[in-house]
């Protein structure tokens, strides 16, 4: 084992390889937290687990629960503290295995085996674990590393267009915000999924090795889209996914960014068009915006860690690949949640 402190944030030792290869590697004493679905999709992989504990999850926002903790913790009481735990599955399954990661007898070591694209790019990188309060996502959490992250292609396979969709979406994200060059590039010929990941991951783990526990305002790029990506999720009631919900949040940031005078239209336009969730964006987007009161979004807005009611805390696009943090006073976001957010122009 190379690392020393369970969930510490060094970069996570990468292995890519297949998954049922790669399980004969676990201690016996692992504990696998795995996605139902994954396991039912992937005989072999559940297989590979038959010597080592395995918990299923449905994944989901409901798993991110502190009901999820508690019935975990309870049948955990018998597993030493020098255990490795790992998260087999998406973005939820991994944010609440970090935080179980982090507080079972006050941290064990943990390995992510992101299933998703979007959780390959962004949520099993940096070591967020939360858990949500309420209708308030990431209301508590951890910073907790992975001494390794797994990627495994076979269950990068079997995603849906949909999920494939929020992958893509994440990855442009990361491009957009910190590498104009490699948008371009992007922008001229598609990338495969394969690339996409590898180069998405590239940046995202170099954006985390500056600021890991976002204090130096360079992680808080990650949350470009986030502040209204949150609040339609939540609006949504959670059927609407975290990868789309940050793709139309996306739309809300640069309309918010040409509306300052931060973001050139030309460069707005540049990123709409890139994104793919087109064409059906602004149309998810009016649905969702058009039957819900301001004062309920202010509400929301106002219990996110990254706004306070008055202004908004935002990201914002100043150039492809450059970013600055602004504060956005209220009326700006309220005038384009009444007009064209609703789909009123
Ligand atoms: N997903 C945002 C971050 O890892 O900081």
């Not at 992510?112 to 940096?126: E, F």
Request: aromatic fraction near 6%; hydrophobic fraction near 45%; charge should be positive.
């Amino acid at each position: 084992m190379t690392d020393s402190l369970p969930g510490s944030l060094a970069p996570a030792r990468e292995r890519t390889g297949a998954f049922d290869a790669l399980a004969k590697t676990l201690p016996a004493d692992s504990v696998v937290f795995a996605d139902r679905k994954v396991l039912r999709l992937h005989p072999k992989a559940r297989k590979a687990l038959s010597k080592v504990r395995v918990v299923p999850l449905a994944a989901g926002e409901a798993i991110k629960s502190l009901g999820t903790l508690e019935r975990v913790a309870r049948s955990l009481h018998d597993v030493s503290r020098s255990a490795t735990f790992v998260a087999l599955g998406g973005g939820t399954i991994g944010d609440v295995v970090g935080v179980i990661a982090h507080l079972h007898k006050r941290g064990v070591r943990l390995i992510h085996v992101p299933t998703t694209l979007l959780a390959g790019v962004d949520s099993s990188i940096g070591g967020k674990g939360a858990v949500n309060v309420g209708t308030v996502k990431n209301a508590l959490g951890v910073f907790h590393g992975a001494a390794e992250t797994w990627l495994c292609p076979e269950f990068f396979e079997t995603l849906t267009e949909a999920q494939r969709r929020e992958g893509r979406l994440e990855a442009w994200k990361m491009v957009a915000t910190l590498d104009g060059g490699t948008f371009r590039r992007w922008s001229l010929r598609t990338p495969s999924d394969a690339a996409l990941l590898r180069e998405a991951r590239g940046l995202k783990e170099a954006v985390v090795r500056t600021d890991p526990f976002e204090r130096k305002d360079v992680r808080v790029v990650l949350n470009f889209g986030h502040t209204f990506g949150h609040v339609l999720e939540s609006l949504s009631g959670y059927t609407l996914p975290h990868g789309d919900a940050v793709g139309l949040g996306m739309l809300c940031a640069l309309d918010v960014g040409v509306a300052t005078g931060v973001t050139p239209r030309g460069v707005s336009e540049a990123v709409e068009v890139a994104l793919p969730n087109r064409p059906r964006a602004r149309t998810e987007l009016a649905k969702l915006v058009s039957k819900t009161k301001l004062a309920k979004v202010a509400t929301l807005l106002a219990a996110d860690k990254k706004s306070s009611a008055k202004a908004l805390r935002m990201v914002l696009l100043e150039d492809l690949g450059r970013w600055r943090v602004a504060n956005v006073d209220a009326s700006v976001w309220q005038r384009l949640w009444k007009g064209p957010w609703s789909g009123r122009a």
